[in-house]
C-alpha cells in the first residue's frame, strides 16, 4: 500500500495541483502487540488500538507540522474536508470540522467526547469483510465494549462489567493509567453516558428507525450486503 500510495502522490506533483490537494491519512483502528498481553484488535479498547493516525496534508493552507492536542474522532474527517473545499454541510450529520481547532491561536478548553466500541470476532472465523460467513452478525446487536475519552480522561465500559473502568491518560493521549477512587455515582453516570450513546447509534435503534430498503439496496449494489 505504501507503493500505491506514493504514485498517487507523486501523480499529483506531477500534475501540479500538490499545494491545494487536500490529502487524508487515517486509519480505521490500531492494533494491540501484545502489550497487557493481548494481540489483535477486536476484544479490547486499549489506546494502542482505538488511538490511531490521521494527519491531514494541504500546502496552500493548512500549517504544516502543527499537532493537535484535542480529541478528533473518524466522524469527524468528512465533515472537515467539506469544510476545507467550501462545501456547505446541509443534512444533519454525527461528526463535526475541527477545522477550528486547527486554525485556532489557542487551543480549545472544552471538548466533546469521542466514543468508540468493539464487537468481539468470534473464533476461528475470517475478518467480517466476508459478510456471507457472518450470520451470527444479526444476532450480535450488542457490543462488547464501549468506551470514550475526552482530553486525559477516558472510560471504558464491558458487555459484562456492573461498572466501567476509569483511566487517566498522559499528555501524549498514548498511555492510560487506571483512576481510583471514582464516586460511585460518577461511575454510574459514565454507564449511563455510554448506553444513552449507543443505543442513539444505528445499531442501537429500534427497527423501524434502521436501514430503509432504498439504503438496503444501495449498499447492496456497493458490494457491502450479500446479493
Known amino acids: ?3 500505491y500510495i506514493g504514485r498517487v502522490l507523486e501523480q499529483i506533483k506531477t500534475m501540479g495541483i500538490r499545494e491545494r490537494t487536500l490529502i487524508v491519512l487515517a486509519a480505521d483502528h490500531g492494533e494491540s502487540l501484545g502489550e497487557n498481553g493481548y494481540w489483535g484488535h477486536g476484544d479490547r479498547l486499549s489506546q494502542g488500538i482505538v488511538h490511531i ?3 491531514l496534508s494541504r ?5 504544516q507540522g502543527t499537532v493537535l492536542r484535542e480529541d478528533v474522532g473518524l466522524l469527524d474527517i468528512m465533515p472537515t474536508i467539506l469544510d476545507y473545499v467550501g462545501v456547505p454541510v ?4 454525527a461528526g463535526k470540522s475541527f477545522k477550528p481547532l486547527i486554525e485556532a491561536a489557542s487551543h480549545s478548553t472544552t471538548q466533546d467526547p469521542v466514543y468508540f466500541l468493539t464487537y468481539n470476532e468470534p473464533p476461528l472465523l475470517p475478518p467480517r469483510w466476508i459478510s456471507w460467513i457472518w450470520s451470527w452478525a444479526k444476532t450480535k446487536m450488542t457490543p462488547s465494549n ?3 475519552a ?3 480522561l477516558k472510560v471504558v465500559l464491558k458487555e459484562d462489567a456492573p461498572q466501567p473502568q476509569v ?6 493521549g498514548n498511555v492510560e493509567r487506571p483512576s481510583g477512587n471514582i464516586a460511585a455515582a460518577q461511575l454510574t453516570e459514565y454507564g449511563q453516558r455510554l448506553n444513552k450513546w ?4 444505528n445499531r442501537g435503534l429500534k427497527p423501524e428507525s434502521q436501514l430503509s430498503q432504498e439504503d438496503i439496496e444501495m449498499l447492496r449494489s456497493l458490494g457491502y450486503i450479500d446479493p
Do not use: K, V, Y
Not at 59 to 63: D, F, I, N, R
Open 1 to 3: 500500500s505504501d507503493h
Open 150 to 152: 475526552m482530553q486525559d
Open 53 to 55: 493516525p490521521l494527519i
Open 167 to 172: 483511566f487517566h491518560l498522559d499528555a501524549t
Open 146 to 148: 464501549l468506551g470514550f
Open 90 to 93: 446541509r443534512l444533519p450529520i
Open 198 to 201: 449507543f443505543q442513539a447509534t
Open 59 to 63: 500546502p496552500a493552507t493548512l500549517p
